[in-house]
């Protein structure tokens, strides 16, 4: 088995797709699964471990964690050529994502497809509600030329198939447990941000209307009126970046993105993980606050459901709702042994989330749909 994997985001930049496929090319390699990445160039050297395909692009707009790629055609077919795919995956729906979707139909190729960010819900933050129709018009277009379609959650499946998509699936996520890990507490950490003694919460993930930043900055002001022993760590950057620091109380430190050790030990050093998206087709930031030892308050929304049991791994809420986040981060402050539990209980969860076993039924189903269009083409 060969794969060929198109995407429209990768390595370095800082966002879930882009570690996922990361990720996904290492563990096919691991398996002596050769892999070719075919995508914008973001700076990345070719790595020696597998092929790199990279194409001149530029910045989306909206979200500048994917480019516009304007990738050659003849020479993506020559490269592949070479390389010789038995099935191509199609990471995202953008040009590299066309492009893969057009070679695949050229040499008659399986191909499969992932959906990983829920772009027609994101043009409403945008006041662009109104083209939400067309995106969900141009995605079947697409999706429905695949033999399948994964989706991170079960949420997201029953969205899409909601919306006319067929062939779905469930792909899920898994989680780095010893990279991730409460071992990671630094005490220097919490002193350097001012927050040696204070309940510090943490956010991590990229500053941007569909975050539903406003919820966690109202929040958090909320808090502050009553009780100043809070202290809110925001990692990641975007296109709020500058609004929220203009407008942020003096208790709130932001980090840019964090990478490596300095993420880890920013989960581990914080008290509470604090996560107001309802955007979210998974939420790998979830899985990776629950390995640090945190209890998380989020919505119970999206692929967030996948994840936050209510009480049990931390504290769900209704979605954009300034009250419940308040009362929820009052009651882990007030109550440290609720904190404690939740905590260790979302660390145990978060070690039945192998990326082993979510790699291993990923590859299965890759041979499946080789086997069954090689059967085809033998009819």
């Given at each position: 088995m060969k794969v060929a994997v198109f995407t429209d985001t990768f390595l370095p930049q800082v966002n879930g797709v882009a570690r996922t496929i990361g990720r996904l090319a290492d563990a096919l390699t691991k398996q002596n699964i050769p892999c070719m990445v075919l995508a914008p160039d973001t700076g990345l050297s070719?790595?020696?471990?597998?092929?790199?395909?990279?194409?001149?692009?530029?910045?989306?707009?909206?979200?500048?964690?994917c480019k516009i790629a304007l990738p050659s055609y003849s020479e993506i077919c020559s490269r592949l050529a070479f390389?010789?795919?038995?099935?191509?995956?199609?990471?995202t729906e953008f040009s590299m994502g066309l492009a893969g979707l057009k070679y695949a139909s050229s040499v008659n190729l399986p191909v499969v497809s992932s959906y990983?960010?829920?772009?027609?819900?994101?043009?409403?933050?945008?006041?662009?509600?109104?083209?939400?129709?067309?995106?969900?018009?141009?995605?079947?277009?697409?999706?429905?030329?695949?033999?399948?379609?994964?989706?991170?959650s079960l949420?997201?499946?029953?969205?899409?198939?909601?919306?006319?998509?067929?062939?779905?699936?469930?792909?899920g996520r898994g989680i780095d447990t010893t990279f991730y890990n409460p071992d990671k507490y630094d005490a220097a950490f919490r002193t350097s941000v001012g927050a040696a003694d204070k309940t510090l919460l943490l956010y991590v993930g990229r500053l941007a209307a569909e975050k539903d930043l406003d919820i966690l900055m109202e929040s958090f002001i909320q808090l502050n009126k009553n009780d100043p022993d809070y202290h809110l760590i925001i990692t990641g950057d975007g296109p709020l970046s500058d609004q929220l620091k203009q407008s942020a109380p003096a208790n709130v430190t932001f980090t840019g993105y964090l990478q490596g050790e300095d993420l880890?030990?920013?989960y581990a050093s914080s008290d509470i993980f604090v996560f107001p998206s309802t955007t979210e087709t998974f939420g790998n930031v979830i899985l990776e606050a629950m390995a640090s030892g945190l209890p998380v308050v989020a919505p119970a929304s999206g692929g967030i459901k996948e994840n936050l049991v209510d009480r049990y791994n931390g504290m769900s809420c209704r979605p954009r709702s300034v009250k419940d986040m308040v009362l929820?981060?009052?009651?882990?402050?007030?109550?440290?042994?609720?904190?404690?539990?939740?905590?260790?209980?979302?660390r145990t969860f978060s070690m039945?989330?192998?990326?082993?076993?979510?790699?291993?039924?990923?590859?299965?189903s890759y041979q499946e749909i080789i086997d069954n269009n090689v059967a085809v083409k033998a009819v």
């Open positions: 070719e790595n020696s471990n597998y092929p790199i395909y990279t194409a001149p692009g530029l910045d989306l707009p909206i979200y500048r964690e390389f010789k795919p038995d099935i191509v995956h199609l990471a990983t960010t829920n772009f027609p819900q994101y043009l409403s933050y945008y006041k662009l509600g109104i083209f939400s129709p067309w995106a969900w018009k141009y995605l079947r277009w697409f999706h429905n030329q695949c033999h399948r379609n994964y989706c991170p949420s997201t499946l029953q969205l899409l198939e909601k919306n006319g998509i067929q062939n779905l699936a469930i792909w880890t030990r920013a929820s981060i009052r009651e882990l402050k007030k109550n440290q042994a609720l904190r404690r539990t939740l905590a260790a209980q979302a039945t989330k192998s990326w082993d076993e979510v790699f291993r039924g990923l590859i299965n």
